[in-house]
């Protein structure tokens, strides 16, 4: 463009110093094209030097916006694991601070026991011993609340046996309920290795309000009617004509000896919230540098 508009302007030049030339007017039109078209030419290439399509090279896409739900989500998730373990914590200590409060006698109504777990009730009657039922094996729990580990042979009695479930007939109403005596050894399952501790008089005790359980993943059938793995309450009373009533007898330093020894109260709770929550705000973090490496910086790996 520039190189036509420098020969008309040339030509033009020329026309005007050839000797008898009176006609200016087709010089001033010429002058004036080339310099539009000089100016449209200076034009084009003022544009076509700007880079085309940086901003939106720089924009973040929908897929981008899409990705920041992963570290925003694990964050999230983080924080309701540190509300988790803030309930989880306070309602230890409230179990705890139950198990230490001085008992109650056991209500008339026994259904208000279900809203009662972990706490202490005083209560009179019979055992059944005819009825009674094993659930196990399960681990001994000292007075000092130490569980013992049993599995060497030093130790195979002394550390491994089963809970002794026991009908307890009330001696103020016609109902039974379910009394965890406490642990044995394996050998004294039988009744006549313990017979001193087969108490057939009416006793008066303290225990723990419990509630049942549902069966434990992978956790095969009960062996037979006497030898629970569990408390399932729905068998042990359907066998036993007991109300769905547990109680777990307290610790007795004054017990018979052989006797089933009490206080085998587990407080089944687990806090694993602390190790939850590190890791769901340690992923968030991470997401979160990987997110703004790729898709805000376009850092590439």
Same mark, same amino acid.
């Given at each position: ?43 084009? %290439? ?6 085309? #399509?940086?901003?939106?090279? =720089? $924009?973040?896409?929908?897929? !981008?916006?899409?990705? /920041? ?47 009662? %777990? ?6 009179? #009657?019979?055992?059944?011993? =005819? $009825?009674?039922?094993?659930? !196990?094996?399960?681990? /001994? ?55 001193? #501790?087969?108490n057939r008089n009416e006793v008066e005790l303290t225990a723990v309000v419990r509630s049942g359980e549902s069966r434990p993943q992978f956790t095969p059938d ?80």
């Amino acid at each position: 463009m520039l190189r036509l508009s420098a020969q008309i302007c040339k030509q033009s030049l020329a026309m005007q110093r050839l000797p008898g030339s009176t006609n200016r007017i087709p010089t001033i039109r010429l002058q004036l094209v080339t310099r539009k078209m000089t100016q449209q030419s200076q034009k084009i %290439e003022w544009t076509t030097s700007i880079p085309i #399509g940086n901003k939106d090279k =720089d $924009k973040i896409t929908a897929l !981008g916006w899409f990705l /920041l739900l992963i570290p925003a989500t694990t964050f999230g998730l983080g924080v309701w694991q540190v509300k988790r373990k803030i309930w989880k914590e306070q309602l230890i200590k409230d179990l705890d601070k139950q198990l230490h409060m001085p008992p109650v006698n056991l209500p008339d109504d026994l259904s208000q026991l279900a809203q009662m %777990e972990y706490r202490l009730v005083t209560l009179r #009657g019979r055992f059944l011993h =005819d $009825k009674e039922m094993l659930m !196990g094996p399960r681990s /001994l729990i000292r007075p000092d609340g130490v569980e013992t580990q049993g599995g060497l042979f030093s130790q195979r009695d002394s550390g491994n046996g089963y809970l002794v479930i026991t009908p307890f007939q009330l001696a103020d109403r016609d109902d039974i309920v379910l009394i965890n005596r406490g642990w044995i050894s394996r050998k004294h399952v039988d009744q006549e290795t313990r017979a001193s #501790g087969q108490n057939r008089n009416e006793v008066e005790l303290t225990a723990v309000v419990r509630s049942g359980e549902s069966r434990p993943q992978f956790t095969p059938d009960h062996k037979d009617g006497q030898v629970y793995l569990y408390r399932d309450l729905g068998r042990m009373c359907a066998s036993s004509g007991a109300a769905p009533i547990f109680l777990d007898a307290v610790y007795d330093a004054n017990a018979a000896p052989n006797a089933p020894i009490g206080g085998q109260t587990r407080v089944t709770l687990r806090n694993d919230h602390l190790s939850y929550l590190v890791t769901w705000f340690s992923l968030s973090a991470a997401t979160s540098y990987l997110w703004y490496r790729q898709i805000v910086r376009r850092i590439p790996f």
